[in-house]
């Protein structure tokens, strides 16, 4: 059984940081695409960074380019998403999900293509 654990969630301030972890386990970890994404009150579910793990490329969307990091500790079946300089805008449930196989596509965020996704971890920041 596949499982996928989001922690590291939290409230800070803008500009602050925060460290999300996904913990994987069943699921065939290496060379996959996995991605994290967010999803606000009344809002639809949007992408924010993926990475093909077992050291593959690693895409953002437009909001999250040079605040957020997205990495991995393949030891630890681990995707990692480093957040800097948040904004009240990155207000979300934070969602891992992981695909069944990886390629370019991990960067366009297509929610459908993913089959794994986590509980979700609350990020709120306040201004």
């Known amino acids: 059984q596949v499982q996928l654990v989001e922690s590291g969630g939290g409230s800070v301030q803008a500009g602050g940081s925060l460290r999300l972890s996904c913990v994987s386990s069943?699921?065939?970890?290496?060379?996959?695409?996995m991605g994290w994404f967010r999803q606000a009150p009344g809002k639809e579910r949007e992408g924010v960074a993926g990475i093909n793990t077992g050291g593959g490329l690693t895409y953002y969307a437009d909001s999250a380019k040079g605040r957020f990091t997205i990495s991995e500790d393949s030891a630890k079946n681990t995707v990692y998403l480093q957040m800097n300089n948040l904004k009240p805008e990155d207000t979300a449930m934070y969602y891992c999900?992981?695909?069944?196989?990886?390629?370019?596509?991990?960067?366009?965020?297509?929610?459908?293509?993913?089959?794994?996704w986590g509980q979700g971890t609350q990020v709120t920041v306040s201004s």
């Open positions: 999900a992981g695909a069944s196989y990886g390629g370019s596509w991990c960067g366009a965020f297509v929610l459908k293509m993913y089959n794994y």
């Open positions: 069943g699921y065939t970890y290496s060379h996959n695409c």
